[in-house]
Nanobody, 124 residues
């Protein structure tokens, strides 16, 4: 099973930026698709962004398009989520997840392993 560890969360003001990182264990990281999801208090977990194993295909939720960028460094077995122009409604626990199948998916149920989450809080 792939182990995932997120980092980079914190408290920022609206308009500021954060970069989340997710380090993965396993020798075949470069063959996995990776995704970021988030869960705000009292709400269901929702898709944020995903990237294909090659890095050549990405997908974003409409709410973050143009502000967030997902990327990966297969040599470091790490996926990143650069979050710019943060808004209070971006406040949530952010989770990274791995999809062994390798293709991008927006569906939570299609991901195989999850990290423990990192808190992002955006104040107005």
């Amino acid at each position: 099973q792939v182990q995932l560890v997120e980092s980079g969360g914190g408290l920022v003001q609206a308009g500021e930026s954060l970069r989340l990182s997710c380090a993965a264990s396993g020798r075949t990281f470069s063959t996995y698709a990776m995704g970021w999801f988030r869960q705000a208090p009292g709400k269901e977990r929702e898709f944020v962004a995903a990237i294909r194993w090659s890095g050549y295909r990405t997908s974003y939720a409409d709410s973050v398009k143009g502000r967030f960028t997902i990327s990966r460094d297969n040599a470091k077995s790490t996926v990143y989520l650069q979050m710019n122009s943060l808004k209070p409604e971006d406040t949530a626990v952010y989770y990274c997840a791995v999809r062994i199948a390798g293709r991008v998916s927006t569906e939570e149920r299609e991901y195989d392993s999850w990290g423990q989450g990192t808190q992002v809080t955006v104040s107005s």
